[in-house]
């Protein structure tokens, strides 16, 4: 076997910490940027967020060198805006995540608190307290309040209840069961029931008895529950012996109530998603144009810049490594919207159709396209779309929510899915609710108007909209 030496030549792509940092920022959504600024500026001395005083020439577009403005719509080529470089004492901002701090507002950082909604359990407890009974059914009612699920029912039995208390309380199965009928007859009515039939009987008991159609609505929730939910009508009136119209009352009588009782109790806390991106329309053209209060607005700190300029050299090391990573950051912040913006406009571009008549014009649009035309990888605009948010004049969209395959129609063209979902939901919302139409009948409609989608492909679009099939959709 021969020893010897060969030379070969081969490329490698080395991910740099800046780029590693670059792609990133470029993948989280706004409030994992705005959560990853706050660590930097906590953890590193030469970043600093600029005040309001300093960022207001960025606010009115006066800096050329920090200003993110959109590609031209009307030039072939789709390329980054040349701004210049920020050199080692340059500070480059970007927009605040804030608004309405005038030195004017009184109310200026006090955010408004909701007022704290009593818990089921709470409400409950206080009207106990309220209450005339004796101490020690109060006592044996708490403990079946604290049984209670978040919808308001009893998930256990009264014997499980029983079997877990202690001998030396002395709460009989009698005392739970008359404890539970004191509970159900509060003045929320539907409370503490163990199933949906007995729910929506005990909320139908609250009601006057000259209630036109109770009797029969009381019968519904007792038996044939699983008739009515599976709109089983002709059943429903053979077992009942009523007519069209008596059992059309009954029902809607029933609709009314709360299956749920529970439900008015949570603590939902609302989700506010702030637009990365503003679409609005000058001269007839649709612009996209970065949202200010989605990007944090940072500086280099000049004070301690200027510390690390007087220090000498074995001192400074660490201290130049941090002012580097600020740099870094600032500058991988710029690129990371800047790329955003350029991707939007792409978007607005090819969806314009959309911004003028809504979702019924969306085209069909993959990833490729938008990354052909920017001259960038599909990974990118992948991570571009994904958590980022446009505020259109339909609501606000995630950029992703732009893309989507096509179906041929009879012309040769495609037409977008997102479109032929809004046509259905349009179908459905006009149609006879006696006589509703089938997934079959919805297909032949749009082979009418020239778009060629198999049964099969309607309902897996129906489903997708959480659209009830034919059956389930019929009424009196």
Not at 81 to 109: I, K, V
């Amino acid at each position: 076997m021969k020893v010897g030496l060969q030379l070969r030549q081969s490329q490698q792509l080395t991910l740099t910490p800046q780029l590693q940092q670059a792609i990133r920022l470029l993948q989280l959504s706004t409030l994992e940027v705005n959560q990853e600024s706050d660590r930097l500026l906590d953890e590193n001395p030469f970043l600093d967020r600029e005040d309001d005083d300093a960022g207001t020439s960025y606010a009115h577009g006066d800096a050329q060198s920090s200003t993110l403005t959109p590609t031209n719509s009307n030039s072939s080529e789709q390329s980054t805006p040349e701004r210049e470089s920020p050199s080692n004492d340059t500070e480059w901002s970007t927009p605040s995540f804030s608004a309405g701090n005038s030195p004017d507002d009184e109310d200026a950082g006090y955010g408004e608190v909701a007022a704290d909604k009593p818990s089921l359990r709470e409400h409950l407890i206080t009207q106990v307290n309220l209450s005339p009974l004796e101490e020690r059914d109060k006592q044996i009612i708490s403990l079946l309040i604290d049984a209670l699920d978040d919808n308001a029912y009893l998930s256990q039995s009264l014997e499980e209840i029983a079997e877990f208390l202690p001998d030396e309380l002395d709460i009989t199965l009698d005392d739970l069961e008359t404890a539970l009928v004191q509970l159900q007859h509060m003045d929320e009515p539907g409370i503490a029931a163990r199933n949906l039939g007995e729910c929506l009987s005990l909320q139908l008991q609250a009601y006057p008895s000259e209630t036109p159609g109770l009797a029969l609505a009381q019968r519904l929730v007792a038996s044939h529950l699983d008739l009515l939910a599976s709109h089983e009508f002709g059943k429903l009136k053979k077992v009942l012996h009523c007519d069209d119209a008596a059992l059309r009352i009954a029902q809607d009588l029933i609709i009314h109530l709360k299956p749920r009782p529970g439900e008015s109790f949570g603590h939902s806390d609302a989700d506010y998603v702030v637009p990365d991106v503003l679409v609005t329309r000058n001269n007839g053209i649709w612009r996209a144009r970065l949202n200010p209060e989605a990007m944090p607005r940072l500086r280099i700190n000049q004070v301690y810049a200027n510390i690390l300029q007087n220090r000498g050299e074995n001192t400074a090391l660490e201290m130049a490594g941090q002012l580097q990573e600020a740099r870094w950051f600032i500058k991988n912040m710029h690129q990371r919207f800047d790329t955003i913006l350029r991707v939007s406009q792409a978007i607005v571009e090819r969806q314009h159709q959309f911004f003028q008549h809504g979702k019924i014009a969306m085209r069909p649009l993959v990833l490729r396209e938008i990354a052909e035309q920017l001259e960038l990888h599909e990974s990118t605009i992948s991570r571009v779309t994904t958590q980022k948010f446009m505020l259109t004049p339909f609501g606000i969209f995630e950029l992703k929510y732009f893309f989507g395959s096509g179906l041929a129609t009879k012309t040769g063209g495609s037409c977008s899915s997102t479109a032929i979902r809004e046509i259905i939901k349009q179908m459905v919302a006009e149609e006879d609710e006696q006589n509703p139409l089938n997934d079959s009948r919805m297909s032949e409609i749009l082979a009418q108007q020239g778009i060629l989608v198999a049964r099969r492909t309607v309902a897996k679009y129906r489903e997708s909209l959480h659209i009830l099939p034919v059956n389930l959709r019929k009424s009196l």
